[in-house]
């Protein structure tokens, strides 16, 4: 079991993102206020705190997750890497659907942090979001059997 470290969103596509103690999930919206919630392969994005760490100690800087993009931040777990794995994170059931590449954006952050991103699909996964709820840092994180 993993444990949810970190909750984002971004009102605009190119806005900064605002982190969040807790927020409103749904089928609807994904993290309630995110411009990419509309249902479809990308609705929540989950980044590996490890994975995160790796693609930071490539580049050789302490880099915030946040410049990822994702919506939330795992600890202690490791996402699952195939499409229509089921994820529990506290009422909130999500389906992985996507990897997520990381695009140009992460070098104009933090150059060589795209290529970092690359292996082992660092860049994190893509959910829908099948059952809504509110989440909170550290609400556990599990895949469903």
Excluded at 20 to 28: D, I, K, P
Excluded at 107 to 121: E, V, Y
């Amino acid at each position: 079991m993993g444990v949810l470290a970190g909750i984002a969103r971004r009102e605009k596509k190119l806005s900064p993102m605002e982190t969040l103690q807790s927020a409103e999930v749904s089928a609807e919206t994904g993290v309630a206020n995110d411009s990419r919630g509309k249902p479809g392969k990308r609705q929540v994005t989950l980044l590996s705190a490890h994975d995160w760490r790796a693609a930071c100690d490539e580049v050789g800087k302490d880099v915030v997750w946040t410049t990822r993009r994702a919506n939330l931040f795992i600890e202690d777990f490791d996402l699952p890497r195939e499409a229509g794995r089921l994820i529990l994170i506290g009422d909130v059931r999500l389906r992985t659907t996507v990897e997520i590449d990381p695009c140009s954006r992460m070098d104009d952050q933090c150059p060589g942090l795209k290529k970092a991103l690359q292996p082992n699909r660092r860049g994190g996964v893509g959910c829908e979001v099948l059952q809504g709820g509110r989440i909170k840092i550290g609400d556990t994180v599990s895949v469903v059997e």
